[in-house]
């Protein structure tokens, strides 16, 4: 067995072990969500089949709230994945994401969520002084919350019935220790929201996993041109800079677009968190070292149906449910691009 499928036993074994404390076992959470799908399914032949329970599934609405702007690839496939949930389950679902990342207009989406009265709220945590007392708010309100993408470390404090995400700082010690293992020794780690939580755990995870040989990048997400000049001024200031990871699409896309100029002969190892098209024939090609999957579309995908059959049978997962780390390497690159090419992945 190569190192490469070695290491993924391992990440694969290290993300059933931590689901004692924060996550259920692997397991575990495929046979909770299968019987919860099973459940939302029994006697449902369309939308507004009421299919037992308490609640016609036609006359459930629920909200999506969350901080993943609109254009940004990654929200792309988890909004593909909320809306095949809405299809299945035959219920209605409001989606609200920012133009761009922006707390206040977070607060105020998450405050007309809560004003609309809906039966649950799909909500991410980007800043949990920020939106973690309107989550509380909601379910004070008699509202169901599901969290999903961020805010592992706090769902439970604010009441919330469970989690569906990765946890990232692990995700960053993995992809240090992939990185270490090329033969990196300093990398920058390029975030393109500096002061979100879970891309600040990404770095802090990456400088551990790698040693302690990372230099953390602020870049503007939304500007293609700033990411680059960023990072060209961040690489001349750093001239021993051996390797270079990406914490998203709108930090990477731009850098695959100028790579071959930048890649010192060669000698510039890179990789990313998250998928888009792009980024997976990069990976394919060997441009990039790997892509870490977390699989938006079920972070889409199964909360609304947990907020469905929580309305419709008050049922639901007691605890988080993991998405990731998953790795996508040259090796298996190709059998995803596909699903890339559908929204899924």
Known sequence: MTEAKTRDMRVLGHRRAF????????????????????????????????????????DIRLEVVTHIPASDPFGAIVQTGTEQAQKDMGVEVNYRAPDTYDIPQIQKNFEAAIASQPNGISATIPDENAIGPLVKKAVNDGIPVVIHNGGLDFWEKYGALNFVGQKEFEGGVEAGKRMAEEG?????CINHYQGQLQL??????????LGGGAKEIAVEGENPTQVQNAVKTALRQNPDTDGMLSLGPTSVL???????????GGSLKY????????????????????AIDQQPFLQGYLPITF??????????????VPTGPLFVTKDNAQQVIKLSAEGVR
């Open 19 to 58: 689901s004692r404390r924060a996550f259920l076992k692997a397991g575990g959470a495929g046979l909770a969500s299968a019987a919860l799908l099973g459940a939302a399914g029994c006697g449902q032949e369309g939308s507004g089949q009421k299919g037992g329970g308490l609640v016609n599934r036609g």
């Open 184 to 188: 990196v020794k300093n990398a920058l």
């Open 200 to 209: 600040d755990q990404r770095c802090a995870g990456f400088t551990k996993g």
């Open 254 to 264: 731009p850098l695959l677009n100028i790579f071959n100029s930048i890649n010192k």
């Open 271 to 290: 990789a990313t968190f998250d998928l888009a098209p792009e980024v997976l024939k990069a990976v394919r090609d060997g441009v990039l070292l790997f």
């Open 307 to 320: 907020l469905t059959t929580y309305t419709q049978y008050r049922v639901s997962p007691v605890t988080a």
